[in-house]
C-alpha cells in the first residue's frame, strides 16, 4: 500500500474525528439542551396554561348535576359544581329542615369551576372525582358517623412525568346557615362566621367572631376549626394533617325580610360566608397528596359536644356568667332524668334556686314590710323638711335605726338573682335540648314562645298581684306609676321569650309571692 495513501487517509481520518469531536458532537449537545429547554418550557407552559384554566372561576359548558345521598342526620344534595353540599335536610325533632336553601355553590365546596362525577359510594360515605390538570385528579371523599364528627379528605394523584403546581383554592361556607322557625327573625343578627383559637396562658380555647367584610384575619397557624354558626347550629372544618392559608368573610345579601312589621317597607336579609384558602403548592411526578380534616354540621347540643373532641362547645355562648349558665344546664339535665319533662325540670330547678335564697329573699319582704310600716311616719318627715335636705337625712337614718331597718336589705336579693337570671336566660335560650321539648297541652316547644301568651300573661298577673300588696301606702305618685306599669311592661317584653324562660319566671314570681304572703301574715300577727 502506497505511503502517501496511508498518510492521506490517516490525515483524513484525523480530520473526521477532529471534525466530530469539536464540532459535530458540540453541535448535537447545544441541539439536545435547546430540545429539553424547549420541552421543559413546553410543559411549564402547559402547566400555567392549565393552571390558569383551572383559576377561573367561569363554569363549565355541563350542566349543573345533584347527587343525593342519605347521612345519619341528614338527607344531603351534592352539587357536582365543587363537590359541596347543596341542601343540608336535617332530620328534626318537629320535621325536616332545610339549614342551606340559599343559592351558593354549597357547604365545603372546593374548586367549583371543575365538574365532580360521583365514582364510589358506600353506607355511611360518597367519593367524587373531578380532572384537575392534563393527568392530575382529585378525589373528594365524604365519611358521616353517627356521632357527628365527620370526615373529609380531598387527594390530588399526579400522574405526570413532571412535576405541577396545584392551585390555589378555598373550602366554602355559607352564604348564611338557616334555623328553626322560631329563630328565622334573629337569625341574620346570630349568624356569624367563627374560628375557634387557642390563646397563650388561657386553659380553653377562645371563640372568635369575624366582623363583616374580614379579609385576613387569621391563618392556619393561629386557628383549630373555622365555620358558621347561628344560635342552635354549627358547621365547621377542622383540618387534620395540612395548614390553611388565610380566612376571608364577607356578606351575602340572600333574601328580604319585613321591616318593624312592614311599616317601613323590606330590608336584604345578609348572610355571612367564609372561604378557607388553601394556598398553591407543588406536587411531585407520580406522587400524590390527601389533605385530612373532620367537620361538623348539626345542632349545638351541649351534652353531645361534651363527649366530643375539638372543643365544640365553646361555640355555645352563654354570657357573662357562663360558669353560673353552664352549671344550671348540668342540674337541669339531671332533673330532667329523673323527670323526662323539661318543663317540670325547670320549675324543680326554679325551687332549688329559691331554697338557696329563701334567706335574702325573707330578709328583702322583711326589709319591705317594715317600710310600708313606717311609710306614714317617713312621709310627715319629707313634708317637715321639705326645704332641708340634710336634716331630712338625719332624721331618716334615726328613724331607720330606731326600727332597726337597712334600706340595703330590699335590694340585696335582686342583685344576687340579677346574674343568676342572666345566666339562667342565656342557658334556656341557648339551649338545643329544649328544642322541640314539650311541657302540658299547648306548649309543645319550649324553645319558641307562648303560641297562646298564656305564660306570659300569667306571670304579669302574679307580677301585678305581687306589687300591688308591696306597694307601701302614700308613695310617691311617680315611684307608684312605675309599680303600676312594671307588670304590664314584663308582660309585654316576655311575649316573645322562649317558654321555658317565662315558664322560669312564672314559677320565681308565683313561690315569691307565696313567701310574701306568709310573710306579711306573720308579721301581721307578731303586733
Same mark, same amino acid.
Given at each position: #500500500? *502506497? ?6 487517509? !490517516? ?8 471534525? *466530530? ?16 429547554? %424547549?420541552?421543559?418550557? &413546553? ?11 383551572? =383559576? ?18 341528614? /338527607? ?50 360518597? =367519593?367524587?372525582?373531578?380532572?384537575? !390538570? ?7 371523599? @365524604? ?38 322557625? =322560631?329563630?328565622?327573625?334573629?337569625? %341574620? ?26 379579609? =385576613? ?54 348572610? $355571612? ?13 407520580? &406522587?400524590? !397528596? ?32 357562663? &360558669? ?5 344546664? /348540668? ?44 311609710? $306614714? ?5 319629707? %313634708? ?38 342572666? &345566666? ?28 297562646? @301568651? ?8 302574679? #307580677? ?6 308591696? #306597694?307601701?301606702?302614700?308613695?310617691? $305618685?311617680?315611684?307608684?306609676? #312605675? ?22 319566671? !312564672? ?21
Amino acid at each position: #500500500m *502506497n505511503r502517501n495513501f496511508l498518510l492521506a487517509a !490517516l490525515f483524513f481520518l484525523l480530520l473526521v474525528t477532529g471534525y *466530530n469531536q469539536f464540532v459535530t458532537i458540540p453541535r448535537m449537545q447545544k441541539q439536545k439542551q435547546a430540545a429539553e429547554q %424547549e420541552l421543559a418550557q &413546553a410543559k411549564q407552559e402547559l402547566t400555567q396554561a392549565d393552571f390558569a384554566a383551572v =383559576s377561573k372561576t367561569q363554569p363549565s359548558s355541563l350542566p349543573e348535576e345533584l347527587i343525593t345521598f342519605d347521612a345519619p342526620t341528614a /338527607n344531603i344534595t351534592f352539587s357536582s359544581k365543587g363537590a359541596g353540599i347543596k341542601t343540608f335536610l336535617f332530620r328534626d325533632a318537629l320535621g325536616d329542615l332545610d339549614l342551606t336553601p340559599y343559592t351558593g355553590e354549597g357547604y365545603f365546596a372546593t374548586l367549583p369551576q371543575l365538574d365532580f362525577a360521583e365514582s364510589a359510594r358506600t353506607k355511611d360515605s360518597i =367519593s367524587f372525582t373531578a380532572s384537575l !390538570l392534563p393527568g392530575v385528579d382529585v378525589i373528594k371523599t @365524604y365519611r358521616f358517623n353517627e356521632n357527628g364528627i365527620n370526615h373529609l379528605s380531598l387527594t390530588f394523584n399526579n400522574k405526570n412525568g413532571h412535576e405541577v403546581q396545584l392551585p390555589a383554592f378555598a373550602f366554602n361556607f355559607g352564604p348564611g346557615l338557616s334555623t328553626t322557625k =322560631s329563630e328565622l327573625k334573629d337569625n %341574620e343578627r346570630e349568624s356569624k362566621a367563627v374560628y375557634l383559637i387557642q390563646e397563650q396562658g388561657k386553659k380553653n380555647p377562645t371563640l372568635v367572631k369575624f366582623a363583616s367584610d374580614d379579609e =385576613s384575619p387569621a391563618s392556619g397557624k393561629d386557628w383549630l376549626w373555622a365555620g358558621v354558626q347561628n344560635r342552635y347550629f354549627l358547621s365547621v372544618l377542622i383540618p387534620q394533617n395540612w395548614t390553611a392559608g388565610t380566612l376571608k368573610t364577607d356578606k351575602q345579601i340572600i333574601g328580604k325580610q319585613k321591616r318593624m312589621w312592614g311599616l317601613f317597607g323590606e330590608g336584604d336579609v345578609k348572610g $355571612p360566608q367564609l372561604l378557607i384558602n388553601v394556598p398553591a403548592q407543588e406536587l411531585a411526578a407520580k &406522587a400524590s !397528596l390527601t389533605l385530612n380534616s373532620d367537620f361538623y354540621f348539626g345542632p349545638k347540643d351541649y351534652q353531645a359536644f361534651e363527649k366530643l373532641p375539638y372543643h365544640l362547645s365553646r361555640s355555645i355562648e352563654f354570657g357573662f356568667f357562663g &360558669a353560673l349558665g353552664r352549671l344550671a344546664r /348540668n342540674v337541669l339535665e339531671l332533673f330532667y332524668s329523673w323527670t323526662g319533662n323539661y318543663g317540670v325540670a325547670i320549675i324543680m330547678l326554679t325551687v332549688l334556686l329559691q331554697l338557696i335564697l329563701f334567706k335574702f329573699t325573707l330578709m328583702s319582704l322583711k326589709s319591705g314590710a317594715q317600710m310600708k310600716k313606717v311609710q $306614714p311616719e317617713m312621709k310627715r318627715l319629707q %313634708e317637715k323638711y321639705k326645704g332641708n335636705p340634710e336634716a331630712l337625712n338625719r332624721e331618716m337614718l334615726a328613724l331607720y335605726q330606731k326600727h332597726k331597718i337597712n334600706p340595703l336589705s330590699g335590694c340585696l336579693p335582686l342583685l344576687i338573682q340579677l346574674p343568676i337570671f342572666l &345566666a339562667l336566660f342565656n342557658a334556656l335560650r341557648t339551649s338545643w335540648s329544649l328544642h322541640g321539648a314539650g311541657f302540658v297541652l299547648w306548649i309543645t316547644d319550649l324553645s319558641s314562645k307562648d303560641p297562646y @301568651y298564656i305564660l306570659p300573661i300569667l306571670m304579669g298577673a302574679v #307580677m301585678f298581684f305581687q306589687q300591688r300588696a308591696t #306597694m307601701p301606702a302614700g308613695m310617691d $305618685p311617680a315611684q307608684a306609676a #312605675m309599680f303600676k306599669y312594671m307588670p304590664l311592661i314584663f308582660t309585654l317584653l316576655f311575649m316573645n321569650f322562649p317558654s321555658g324562660l317565662v315558664l322560669y319566671w !312564672l314559677t320565681n314570681s308565683l313561690i315569691t309571692f307565696g313567701i310574701q304572703t306568709l310573710a306579711n301574715k306573720k308579721i301581721a300577727n307578731a303586733k
